[in-house]
């Protein structure tokens, strides 16, 4: 049972254009959330995050989106760059746990 | 130092032999996870130590996995007499404090593979 999921196994997006990625939950205790970004053989490297009492967090190109009553949270990337393509893992946690949940993931290619 | 570093990055097991992967933490990390990824998945959550203490050890999935950290900084994950199954990437992270809303500091795992 996936208490975090990623129904895109990958996208594809032209550079400069905007990349959504998207992750839904199904852990109502969930209450914070985490975006990491993931090369070839190397480990998942933190990107943004967000705190379920917010909606929106912003970081440069990158916002994280929050919808706490669908349960859905998804990664906006604008504008793309080749630079970006790798595996999007999304990750939950609830506030009375340590450990954080993981998606499966989602490829995304930025073709130049 | 300057990142978490793991060590061997890839190690090729026999079934039913030994092994021993290394966690290095970012130098002051209280908090220490383990993880497992497997092909095509996510990772996913094996034992968090905080300092020496194993806190959780909830997703081990089998008593032939170890872990410690005995002096609260290096950690070891063992497994005894691989199986195929045990395949996958091990992913070590800490975190400063292990704060609910803390971010943890992934190393770049290491590469098991049971033949």
């Known amino acids: 049972d996936q208490q975090v999921k990623q129904n895109s196994p990958s996208l594809s997006v032209q550079e400069g254009r905007i990349s959504i990625l998207n992750c839904d939950y199904t852990?109502?205790?969930?209450?914070?959330f985490l975006w990491y970004k993931k090369y070839p053989a190397e480990g998942p490297t933190f990107l943004i995050s967000?705190?379920?009492?917010?909606d929106k967090n912003e970081d440069g190109r990158f916002t994280v989106f929050l919808n706490k009553s669908a349960k859905h949270l998804s990664l906006h990337i604008v504008p793309s760059q080749p630079g970006d393509s790798a595996v999007y893992f999304c990750?939950?946690?609830?506030?009375?746990?340590?450990?954080?949940?993981f998606g499966p993931g989602t490829r995304l290619s930025v073709l130049p | 130092g300057a990142g978490v570093s793991q060590s061997p990055r890839y190690k090729v097991a026999k079934r039913g032999q030994d092994v021993a992967l290394r966690c290095d933490p970012i130098?002051?990390?209280?908090?220490l996870f383990w993880y497992q990824q497997a092909l095509g998945q996510g990772p996913e959550f094996l034992t968090y130590?905080?300092?020496?203490?194993?806190?959780?050890k909830s997703g081990l999935p089998s008593d032939r996995f170890f872990a410690e950290r005995p002096e609260g900084s290096v950690s070891t994950l063992k497994i005894q007499r691989t199986q195929q199954e045990d395949s996958a990437v091990y992913l070590c992270?800490?975190?400063?404090?292990?704060?609910?809303?803390?971010?943890?500091?992934f190393g770049p795992g290491t590469r098991l593979l049971v033949l």
């Open positions: 852990n109502s205790m969930f209450d914070y």
């Open positions: 992270a800490s975190s400063h404090s292990g704060g609910v809303q803390e971010t943890q500091y």
């Open positions: 130098s002051g990390h209280v908090s």
């Open positions: 967000i705190s379920s009492i917010k």
């Open positions: 130590f905080q300092n020496e203490a194993q806190l959780d």
């Open positions: 990750a939950s946690r609830a506030d009375y746990g340590q450990n954080f949940v």
